[in-house]
């Protein structure tokens, strides 16, 4: 997968490599992003540009901590061929002052929890969806867990 990547306002890191070692990852374990053929943009923004993004997008007046695009069903992506011309996967925008937040409120680093929201992000893209049922929330959860511990990051849920 191709990462288009820009950062606007996150201080401190090297934001890029960390989405690409996150993605790295999210692709050893849901192999459908490991097709070379994939493009996916991250955004690393402000709380006020993703309040923008959900408002416009999903109606809902607030920021929140990522948000996911997704330009391909499931199937879709399941049935992709290997070889080819370029296929947009989707977008991804974090929102930075709500990312810290939530960080602090976790006890968690702001480079973790990153990692874990490019992960979390990504797998939205490949048609994973923890809202669907608590079964699909438990795979989908699991896949993050096994991904962040590739990053040497602990389980964010705690319960396992």
């Not at 070692?21 to 709380?47: G, H, Q, W």
Request: one cysteine or more; aromatic letters at 4%.
């Amino acid at each position: 997968m191709r990462l288009e990547i820009d950062v606007e306002g996150w201080p401190g890191q090297d934001w890029p490599e960390l989405a690409s070692e996150a993605a790295r990852a999210a692709a050893s374990v849901e192999p459908a992003l490991a097709n070379a053929r994939l493009e996916t943009s991250i955004l690393f923004t402000s709380d006020a540009e993703v309040h923008e993004l959900n408002k416009g997008w999903r109606e809902k007046d607030k920021p929140t901590n990522v948000l996911s695009f997704p330009m391909l069903e499931r199937a879709e992506l399941l049935e992709l061929a290997p070889e080819g011309a370029p296929v947009l996967l989707g977008d991804i925008a974090l929102a930075h002052e709500t990312c810290a937040r939530e960080a602090g409120e976790k006890g968690r680093t702001l480079h973790e929890h990153a990692s874990h929201l490019v992960i979390h992000g990504l797998l939205h893209l490949a048609g994973r969806d923890h809202e669907i049922s608590p079964h699909d929330a438990e795979e989908m959860e699991a896949l993050e867990v096994k991904a962040l511990a590739q990053l040497g990051i602990a389980d964010p849920y705690g319960d396992r």
